[in-house]
């Protein structure tokens, strides 16, 4: 048996921290990427959280990043399960890497059931939400900014991802209320 495959789509794909022993950009399908789960644990607070993304059940292809694990891979799922703690629960998806390979892999996803789950949002809302958060793993904003990099750099285009960057560059140029 061959060792096990993750797939990521937020912060794994720039932010992996975690041993591993291959990576590669990967496509799954039947996915979509969408800035809907709430983060109250890592890009915002229990008071104000921050928005991440997550994945649904939906049309098209979703690019991201697939690490294939170490032989024993027990401590690093279990440190994932901790870092997916706020409503992510364990997909099997198939993985599709350059060439043709095809990987079982794992996906966190964040569905609409779990309790930090908030649904679609206005753009210029999200983007202040964005702009104002941060938490214990940093601001909210370089979630957005690191993740559309790495998009970008693998040349993966993201429509949503890529809009809710420029919506989250607006407003931090936008001059706030009462403001000269």
Known sequence: MSAPWVFGYGS?????????????????FGWTRRFW?????HRGTPDD????VTVLPGEGWLDGRAFQ????????LAALDHRERAGYVRAVVEAHLPGG??????LYAAGRDNPNFVGEAPLDDLARRINRCAGPSG???EYVFRLAQALRGQRAVDEH????????????????????
Request: charged fraction near 20%; hydrophobic fraction near 50%; proline fraction near 13%.
């Open 12 to 28: 794994l794909v720039w932010r992996p921290a975690f041993d591993h022993r291959r990576s590669a950009p990967a496509r799954v």
């Open 37 to 41: 789960q709430a983060s109250p644990d």
């Open 49 to 52: 959280p921050g928005r991440v």
């Open 69 to 76: 694990l170490p032989e024993a891979p027990d401590a690093i």
């Open 101 to 106: 390979e095809v990987v079982s892999a794992l």
């Open 139 to 141: 601001p909210n904003d």
């Open 161 to 180: 991802v890529f809009a809710v960057e420029a919506a989250v560059r607006a407003a931090a140029r936008a001059p706030t209320a009462g403001s000269c």
